[in-house]
């Protein structure tokens, strides 16, 4: 429960960034907006899990979240635009975790 | 020795032929409408065995395409023995048809596969009381875990044995099948894997299906032109480099060479690793599982356009680059519908076009460019749904009935993907390579004589011929020949434009530019698009979507030239 | 006992599937997949278009076209 809150507040904050510097608000640049959707669905998809309180939410969310951070990393290392999906990736632990316990 | 591997979908008949075979042999396409049969050659302790992988099929009864492939190879070619892979994870619908395959008279071995997976799911199953029922060899094996394949080796060298014969109708069958499976399968515990039913509890959710969904395809772009972007920017500069070094030699030839061949095939190949990049992350997503729940979230809003779900990932590619999302139309069974979503891909804005939007809305567009040039994909959407709509009620009638199994998640094996992703990627790069190549000099020489220059080329003196065609919007002739010109790729319009240094404003006005954005989004597809048609649904339908799509782009931009006039 | 077209079940409702109302084609497809009177079949889904039923622990998207083709006896709740 405690994480699925951390999670859902964590990914709601870096939803908010993504769409200030998506549109140039307050100095902050180079986000996009289609980014801020995935992250905003991964937000969403934690909060659907908290108020129906199941774990496979927590999981799924969790899963594209490290998915997405990964190519974040990878097109930035491309291409050098920054996404903050990048720091999804402090949600990899428990993916894998939960991959762990569930095969 | 000629072994034809017959089975359901998803038993996992690539995997076992790559197991059988060491990955090492050689797959041949031989491209029918739809569907293909593979062959792969392999050694087998030493003797040379052809293997011919059939399409996955449920039984001979129906009249789909598959299966009449399947059933006129097994009828006509005789093989010497049938390789029966049957998913042990569901033996009583798998053996329906190994029940049907015994009419054949042809020798038969039977690879249980998948085993591990149902030894996990508690599922037992007595191979010998089986193999005594249907009278041929039956092997447990899981060609992922490398379990029975030497066992499944040796029977397959011994030959097999002929199996007694199950006839009757299709509902005897099933019976006969169920009393079968009933005797030889002991269920301890039948539960779904909990890992499964969380990941479908949420990609299938109601509300969040779509938007994660949609967030997987951004994923793919990401993957396709971010990442792959380096790669592509130095193939593409390590080919120019070659085509102006190749063309500085002397002589008609060393140009050809250098500005026809190498230019031309080479901007074609530079695409290859955003296009490896796609086929890539499709694979992954179609070996993992999730493709069928993607067709079922996305199924009620494409049937109202005559399609069905899916159709909609070769259309979302499609605003990459078409010719990729054209052979991605191959995943679709039904024909007709499969025939549409290609016919209508080049509506989908390719990446190739963005710079002429922004051309032309950079110059007569200043305050409103992004809303322009977005309206162009809009637009370009509703005009490829609309011509779905329309062309399933005329030319490509019939209902489109689908039913699909939905497969366990799996996290697949590097391997696999491998030679998936590779096995498409060769396929565009020869199918779209040789008629580029053709089509390179034939471009070349039109732009190069008799003049030596663009502006006293063939193609100047066809972009003066058929500059009337074009007097109702008023384009000038030059706008023309840059539009000719962009049959080769999208993206050569503006290059075109540069070199005949055309002074934009003033030889048109904002709504003629208008107009001209929505031809060069609509009409004729690009070479290597018109050759992924031809490739993937015949040279008729080729043609069929060069006419179609030039006809809809006349219509489209005279009617912005007319509503313009009012203003 | 009351016979409805497979597309017209709620999510969640259960059935038997009592006949296949179409041509030998269209048959032979769905029997061949498990889809055979007698056969216990659960719609685990619905979005308008295809319907997701669960057949012998099997899962399987099924187009509307083909969903109303099958005859379905829900007993006394439909």
């Not at chain 1, 908010?16 to 608000?25: D, G, Q, R, T």
């Not at chain 2, 990941?199 to 032109?225: A, C, K, N, Q």
């Not at chain 2, 649904?537 to 006039?565: D, E």
Request: hydrophobic content about 50%; charged content about 15%; overall charge positive.
């Amino acid at each position: 429960m405690v994480l699925a809150f951390v999670f859902t507040a964590y990914f709601f904050l870096l939803t908010i960034l993504e769409i200030l510097s998506a549109l140039n608000l307050f100095g902050f640049e180079g986000g996009m907006l289609m980014n801020a959707f995935v992250l905003g669905t991964v937000t969403a998809t934690y909060l659907k899990g908290l108020i129906v309180k199941k774990d496979s939410y927590k999981f799924v969310a969790s899963l594209i979240a490290s998915a997405f951070s990964t190519l974040a990393i990878l097109v930035y290392l491309a291409s050098g635009s920054f996404s903050y999906g990048i720091f999804g990736f402090i949600a990899v632990p428990y993916a894998v975790k939960e991959l762990g316990n569930k095969k | 020795m000629k072994v034809a591997m017959v089975g359901n979908p998803n038993v996992g008949k690539t995997s076992l032929l790559n197991a059988l075979t060491g990955g090492d042999f050689s797959v041949g396409n031989f491209p029918g409408v739809t569907v293909e049969k593979k062959e792969g050659k392999g050694l087998i302790d030493g003797k040379a065995v052809t293997f011919v992988d059939l399409p996955g099929i449920y039984s001979f009864q129906t009249e789909s395409l598959d299966e009449k492939v399947a059933r006129d190879y097994l009828e006509k070619e005789k093989p010497d023995l049938i390789l029966n892979v049957v998913n042990a994870l569901n033996l009583e619908r798998n053996l329906y048809l190994t029940l049907q395959l015994t009419r054949f008279g042809i020798p038969m071995v039977i690879a249980l596969n998948m085993i591990d997976e149902a030894e996990k799911e508690r599922i037992r199953i007595d191979t010998k009381k089986l193999s005594e029922i249907i009278g041929v060899p039956v092997i447990k094996t899981s060609a992922v875990k490398g379990v029975g394949i030497e066992e499944l080796k040796r029977e397959i060298l011994r030959g097999g044995s002929v199996p007694k014969v199950f006839s009757g109708d299709l509902q005897d069958i099933i019976r006969m099948a169920e009393k079968i499976a009933r005797e030889v399968k002991v269920v301890e515990k039948l539960e779904k894997p909990e890992i499964d039913e969380a990941l479908d509890e949420v990609f299938m959710d109601r509300h969040l299906g779509i938007p994660i969904f949609l967030s997987f395809m951004w994923m793919m772009f990401m993957f396709t032109y971010s990442v792959a972007q380096p790669l592509n920017d130095l193939l593409s500069f390590c080919f120019d480099g070659l085509a102006s070094y190749v063309a500085s030699f002397d002589g008609w030839f060393f140009s050809m060479l250098g500005d026809g061949v190498v230019a031309g095939v080479g901007s074609v190949l530079s695409f290859v690793p955003n296009i490896a990049f796609l086929f890539l992350f499709l694979s992954l997503l179609e070996l993992s599982g999730y493709m069928p729940r993607a067709v079922f979230l996305v199924d009620g809003f494409m049937s109202r356009f005559g399609l069905n779900g899916r159709s909609v990932i070769p259309l979302i590619m499609g605003f990459g680059c078409n010719v990729p999302a054209i052979l991605a139309t191959r995943s679709i069974e039904d024909r007709k519908v499969r025939i549409v979503t290609a016919l209508i891909n080049p509506f989908m804005s390719c990446s190739a076009r963005l710079p002429i939007y922004v051309l032309f809305a950079g110059i007569f567009f200043p305050k409103t460019g992004s809303v322009v040039v977005m309206s162009m994909y809009v637009i370009g959407v509703l005009i490829a749904l609309i011509s779905a709509l329309i062309l399933r009620k005329t030319l490509l009638k019939g209902e489109s009935e689908f039913i699909m199994e939905l497969p366990p998640y799996m996290l697949p094996n590097l391997k696999e993907l491998w030679l998936m992703t590779w096995s498409r990627t060769k396929h565009f790069i020869q199918k779209a390579g040789t008629v580029i190549l053709a089509m390179s000099v034939v471009v070349w020489y039109i732009t190069t004589y008799p003049g030596g220059s663009i502006e006293e080329s063939y193609a100047a003196m066809l972009g003066k011929a058929i500059q009337p065609l074009f007097s109702p919007m008023g384009w000038s002739w030059e706008l023309v020949l840059a539009l000719v010109s962009g049959f080769v790729a999208k993206e050569v319009v503006v290059a075109t434009i540069g070199v005949l240094n055309i002074d934009v404003p003033s030889v048109m006005t904002s709504y003629q530019a208008f107009a001209y954005m929505l031809f060069t989004l609509l009409y004729m597809p690009c070479i290597a698009t018109i050759a992924a048609i031809r490739a993937e649904i015949g040279t008729r339908w080729a043609m069929f979507a060069v006419l179609f799509s030039f006809s809809v782009a006349y219509a489209v931009a005279l009617i912005a030239t007319g509503v313009g006039m009012w203003f | 006992m009351s016979v409805v077209p497979l597309s017209a079940l709620r999510e969640g409702q259960e059935g038997t599937v009592v006949a296949i109302n179409g041509g030998r084609g269209c048959t032979a497809r769905l029997m061949s997949m498990g889809i055979v009177p007698g056969k216990k079949i659960k719609i685990a889904g619905r979005r308008g278009g295809a319907v997701l039923v669960s057949v012998n622990g099997t899962k399987f998207v099924i187009g509307r076209g083909l969903a109303m083709k099958v005859a379905v006896d829900v007993g006394g709740q439909g």
